[in-house]
């Protein structure tokens, strides 16, 4: 019997500022709908996701990312992608709505996290959060550094 390959999770691009702006509740994993270009550049590992959000569209029940930025394949022909487009979220209709039910809470809001592979599919973490004060911001910036002088210290040992 042949064993199934394990499936490689390559990191293409991080969102640092939404860890730091907003105390992340839940984490969701969402597939994309790209075009061969896209992926092309993807592989590459050029993409920006600083400023992009998800957008819930009540109507057709549909998530989108917006503003994330994957730029042109440089060797793409006339047909290549435009840059800043709106792409569509692969999540199930009971997902959608979970997160459209809590973005009626105050403060929160759903921000892209992480855009990786995941074996040969190109997918997004996408994170519910809720604001950070700045006290919280700097509570929290108070518990890495102390973090990271203990493991300084253990190491040092």
């Not at 800043?84 to 809590?102: F, G, M, N, P, V």
């Not at 921000?111 to 997918?123: I, N, R, S, T």
Request: charged share 30%; glycine share 8%.
């Amino acid at each position: 019997m042949a064993t199934q390959p394990e499936k490689q999770r390559r990191v293409v691009a991080r969102n640092r500022r939404a860890t730091h702006d907003y105390a992340i509740i839940e984490r969701i994993e969402a597939g994309l709908v790209l075009t061969g270009t896209e992926v092309k550049s993807l592989r590459g590992a050029e993409a920006t996701l600083v400023g992009s959000y998800i957008r819930i569209d009540d109507g057709r029940l549909a998530a989108w990312l917006v503003g994330c930025q994957i730029p042109i394949y440089s060797h793409g022909t006339c047909s290549n992608h435009e840059p800043l487009r709106k792409r569509k979220l692969l999540l199930h209709a009971r997902e959608i709505e979970k997160l459209r039910q809590s973005l009626k809470t105050e403060g929160t809001t759903i921000v892209p996290l992480e855009l990786f592979f995941d074996g040969q599919w190109a997918k997004v973490l996408i994170g519910l959060g809720k604001g950070k004060s700045k006290g919280d911001k700097r509570q929290s910036i108070k518990a890495r550094e102390a973090k990271r002088e203990i493991d300084r210290s253990a190491r040092g040992r």
